[in-house]
């Protein structure tokens, strides 16, 4: 019961600190989300000993309900559709984004000043990645051959990667993963921070064109 309650209390904590984010940005104070909730600062401190604290913890379920979000569409495109696996991914992490715009912010928008997210937050921002890498991985017997080749010292930072998490990827398709990861977020972020106001109306048809073109550049089969 005691566990319980105490599941309770936080989720209702992070909830109103997610309506703070919406209203304010990322500049949290524990005094004002106690505040909203009618109560004094000093018990929000039993559950989040620091603002830094309730930071990371709306960081990371952000991050893990993007990569759920992007697991489900994934998942739901026959195995052997590589390049329809790969545009279900780019789709679900921009629906995502802007249907939670504040906590999208939170991940990609500017630094929170004073803020250094822990290593607990490196591996759920990593699931889109891993997903794009998946995908590779899977056709990695059927990519066309990319050129130009990656210079030596891009390389080396490759290959590091490649061990941990590229399986049989060869550096220079991985690189290419990784110039379509950079590319979606990028491009999501400027629509979500208003960077294509006037610039763009088709917005979906670019980001389909966009992400289409990253499936060329990787060497994912049509």
């Not at 949290?28 to 930071?55: E, G, H, K, Q, T």
């Not at 504040?102 to 990645?129: C, D, F, I, S």
Request: proline letters at 5%.
């Amino acid at each position: 019961m005691r566990a319980e309650v105490r599941a309770q209390m936080n989720q209702r904590i992070k909830d109103v600190a997610r309506r703070r984010l919406a209203a304010e940005g990322a500049n949290l104070s524990l005094r004002a989300v106690a505040r909203d909730m009618d109560i004094v600062a000093s018990a929000l401190y039993r559950y989040f000993p620091s603002r830094d604290a309730l930071l990371t913890a709306l960081i990371i379920d952000a991050y893990e309900s993007l990569g759920a979000a992007a697991e489900e569409a994934e998942a739901a495109v026959p195995r052997a559709d590589l390049r329809g696996r790969w545009l279900a991914v780019c789709r679900a992490a921009r629906a995502w984004a802007l249907a939670h715009p504040a906590e999208y912010g939170l991940l990609y928008g500017n630094p929170v000043p004073g803020y250094a997210a822990p290593q607990e937050t490196v591996r759920p921002a990593a699931k889109v990645v891993f997903l794009l890498v998946a995908v590779a991985i899977d056709a990695a017997d059927r990519l066309a051959p990319v050129t130009p080749a990656v210079p030596g010292p891009v390389r080396s930072d490759l290959r590091r990667l490649i061990d941990r998490y590229g399986g049989g990827l060869s550096a220079d398709h991985f690189d290419r993963v990784f110039v379509g990861w950079t590319h979606l977020f990028g491009l999501i972020s400027f629509e979500v921070f208003g960077r294509l106001d006037g610039m763009v109306d088709a917005r979906a048809e670019q980001f389909e064109h966009h992400m289409s073109l990253m499936a060329d550049l990787v060497g994912l089969p049509r």
